[in-house]
């Protein structure tokens, strides 16, 4: 079956501008994270969503992020007035339940670039 | 000080050598992951640890509970194992599920 996908797989904004980036998580999985990688660094938590709802958002560093995920499946993750600094990889997983034992498999990333 | 800390942060073998990669980690959690990554790839779980050790293929993950601290191994290496190996952990406090990371052991391995 399909993996976790991700669109755009790259986007390159500038700055002030909105941006959105799309996350398909394998089919059944309730749970959905996102995380964002700078260069570098190891993956750092931005939110989770457990069906519908965002169960821990206290990853997402401002106000400028948000993400939905209406229907329990697809989510996107908004950034509202990029900056320099929210140039990184965003990277989506999701999970079969959200237990901690379940293994997380990651989608291939979205490389956002705000010049 | 990052609550997970891996060692060394970048590693240079020679094809066949025995490889280990160390995590340390400065919380209570319920379990330990071992994650690879390719360049300009996604991140595959390789093991998920919650005690004792795991094996597959060339490939040994270790956890030690008490002393906060996993290995994983890879005997007889070869180039395609060159990626960047990650570990992340479950914390106890918090949602449980999300993953809290290190920041990675790049591993070359040379013919």
């Known amino acids: 079956g399909a993996g976790v996908s991700q669109t755009p797989s790259n986007k390159v904004t500038e700055k002030g501008k909105y941006v959105e980036l799309r996350c398909d998580p394998i089919?059944?999985?309730?749970?959905l994270y996102w995380y964002r990688q700078s260069l570098g660094q190891g993956p750092e938590f931005l939110i989770y969503f457990q069906g519908t709802g965002a169960a821990d958002d206290s990853g997402l560093p401002n106000d400028r992020f948000f993400a939905v995920r209406p229907e329990g499946s697809v989510s996107t993750l908004k950034i509202q007035r990029t900056e320099r600094g929210d140039s990184a990889v965003y990277l989506c997983?999701?999970?079969?339940?959200?237990?901690?034992?379940?293994?997380?498999?990651f989608g291939p990333g979205t490389r956002l670039t705000v010049l | 000080k990052n609550e997970v800390e891996q060692s060394p942060q970048n590693l240079t073998a020679q094809e066949g050598e025995f490889i280990t990669i160390n995590c340390s980690y400065s919380?209570?959690?319920?379990?330990l992951h071992w994650l690879q990554q390719h360049p300009g790839g996604g991140i595959v779980s390789l093991f998920m640890l919650s005690s004792g050790k795991k094996k597959h293929g060339r490939l040994i993950a270790t956890i030690n509970i008490q002393e906060k601290h996993s290995s994983l191994h890879i005997t007889a290496s070869h180039p395609r194992d060159s990626a960047v190996y990650i570990c992340?952990?479950?914390?106890?406090?918090?949602?449980?599920?999300?993953?809290?990371f290190g920041t990675g052991t790049r591993l070359q391995v040379t013919l």
């Open positions: 992340a952990v479950n914390r106890y406090t918090g949602t449980a599920s999300k993953l809290t």
């Open positions: 997983a999701s999970s079969l339940r959200g237990s901690p034992t379940d293994t997380q498999y």
């Open positions: 919380v209570g959690i319920s379990a």
């Open positions: 089919s059944g999985h309730t749970a």
